[in-house]
C-alpha cells in the first residue's frame, strides 16, 4: 500500500541554519505530495504542495520539489527562525481514494 | 471566521464514561475526517465520510461511532472510554477533488485533547 517515511526527529538548528527535512513515498498511481506543520497546541495547517512531478511548492520560505524518479519530496529552508519551530509533516494523496497518508511527523526546535 | 471547528477544546473523564466530541465545518466540502493523534505526535485516520456517506473506516473499536447529520457536521462518539483512548482527536475536512478521490487540502480543527482517567 502507499506510504510515507520521513526522517525522525527532533532536528534541532540555530536560527538561520538551513533546514533540509527528508520524505521519501511508495505509491502505486500519481499522487499530490504535500507538507503540513503543526505549530505546538494546534491542528495541522498546509505549508506546501505539489500535484505532479518537477512541481515545487513554497511558502514562507520553504520549499519542497516532487521527484518522481527518486519518489522524494524533500522540504528546505535557506534561515529558520525560532518561530519555525513546530513538527512537519509529509503526506501523499493518492487518486482514487478518499484517505491522506501521512508520515511519522519530525519535531523541529529552532534555538535563538 | 473558524474554517473547522470542535468542541470541546478539552475532556477530562473517567474510564467507562461515554462522551461525544463534534465537528463542524464551514468550507463547503464535501469530505470530513477523524484522526486520532498520540503522543509521540503519529496521526491515524479513523473514519472519513464524504456527503454524510461513510467511505473509510479504519481498525477503530467499534466503541468509537461516527455520525454525520449533515455535511457539515461529522460527530464522534465514544462508549465505554479506556485508558488508551487517550490522545487528541483532530477533524479534518477537504473538498474532493472531482477525481472521485480526495487530492485536495485538509483543513483540520484545533484538536480535543482527551484524558482518560
Known amino acids: 500500500g502507499d506510504s510515507v517515511t520521513q526522517m525522525e526527529g527532533p532536528v534541532t538548528l540555530s536560527e538561520e541554519a538551513f533546514l533540509t527535512i527528508n520524505c521519501t513515498y511508495t505509491?502505486?498511481?500519481?499522487?499530490?505530495l504535500f507538507w503540513y506543520v503543526q505549530y505546538p497546541g494546534e491542528g495541522l495547517q498546509l505549508l506546501l504542495k505539489?500535484?505532479?512531478?518537477?512541481d515545487k511548492g513554497s511558502n514562507k520560505g520553504f520549499e519542497a520539489t516532487y521527484r518522481k524518479e527518486t519518489t522524494s519530496f524533500h522540504l528546505e529552508k535557506g534561515s529558520v527562525q525560532v518561530s519555525d519551530s513546530a513538527v512537519y509533516f509529509c503526506?501523499?494523496?493518492?487518486?482514487?481514494?478518499?484517505?491522506?497518508?501521512f508520515g511519522a511527523g519530525t519535531r523541529l526546535f529552532v534555538k535563538a | 471566521d473558524t474554517a473547522v471547528s470542535q468542541t470541546p477544546k478539552y475532556l477530562v473523564t473517567q474510564m467507562g464514561n461515554d462522551k461525544s466530541i463534534k465537528c463542524e465545518q464551514n468550507?463547503?466540502?464535501?469530505?470530513m475526517y477523524w484522526y486520532k493523534q498520540d503522543s509521540k505526535k503519529f496521526l491515524k485516520i479513523m473514519f472519513s465520510y464524504n456527503n454524510k456517506e461513510l467511505i473509510i473506516n479504519e481498525t477503530v473499536p467499534n466503541r468509537f461511532s461516527p455520525k454525520s447529520p449533515d455535511k457539515a457536521h461529522l460527530n464522534l462518539h465514544i462508549n465505554s472510554l479506556e485508558l488508551g483512548d487517550s490522545a487528541v482527536y483532530f477533524c479534518a475536512s477537504s473538498q474532493d477533488g472531482g477525481s472521485g478521490g480526495v487530492r485536495e487540502t485538509q483543513y483540520f480543527g484545533p484538536g480535543t485533547r482527551l484524558l482518560v482517567l
Open positions: 503526506a501523499l494523496s493518492d487518486t482514487g481514494g478518499f484517505k491522506t497518508i
Open positions: 468550507l463547503g466540502h464535501d469530505t
Open positions: 505539489a500535484t505532479k512531478a518537477d
Open positions: 505509491a502505486t498511481g500519481y499522487p499530490s
